[in-house]
């Protein structure tokens, strides 16, 4: 990370900012795919006692389709639920480097900004 100086100062709170509002835009995403696996994870619970005899409906968009094999299905509904969880993970790595970055560059620019502040109100009072 570059030096904080006075004339930068401004642009590292965008940077800053912008860095925040990327990991609260992975962590959202994080929730989402914990809340599919969580739903897979459902449906395959009540499809486990059921065969290939048993009539099940697949949502595909805004139609049902018929499962014609149910042992696909539920090897479909597992290789998905095993990728959103390798994709959560990756996610959660990402917010976790974002999250060290946002500190180290908190602890940057607090004392600066602080700087800053002191001495406009310096100016200000006299």
């Known amino acids: 990370m570059d030096k904080i100086t006075e004339e930068n100062i401004q642009e590292k709170i965008n940077l800053f900012q912008q860095m925040q ?19 897979i994870e459902r449906t395959l619970n009540e499809i486990e006692d059921t065969n290939d005899k048993s009539t099940l409906y697949r949502a595909i968009g805004s139609i049902m389709q018929k499962v014609d ?6 090897k479909e509904l597992m290789d998905e639920k095993e990728t959103l969880e390798i994709r959560n ?9 974002l999250n060290v970055q946002i500190n ?19 100016d200000v009072t006299q």
Do not use: F, W
């Not at 914990?34 to 739903?39: A, F, G, L, R």
């Not at 940057?108 to 109100?121: A, D, G, M, R």
């Open 104 to 122: 180290e560059m908190q602890s940057k620019l607090t004392p600066i900004v602080q700087s800053l502040q002191e001495n406009k109100n310096q």
């Open 69 to 74: 094999n149910v042992k696909q299905l539920k």
């Open 21 to 39: 509002q990327q990991a609260q835009a992975l962590t959202q995403q994080t929730s989402q795919i914990e809340m599919s696996v969580n739903e």
């Open 89 to 97: 993970k990756s996610l959660k790595g990402q917010v976790e480097n």
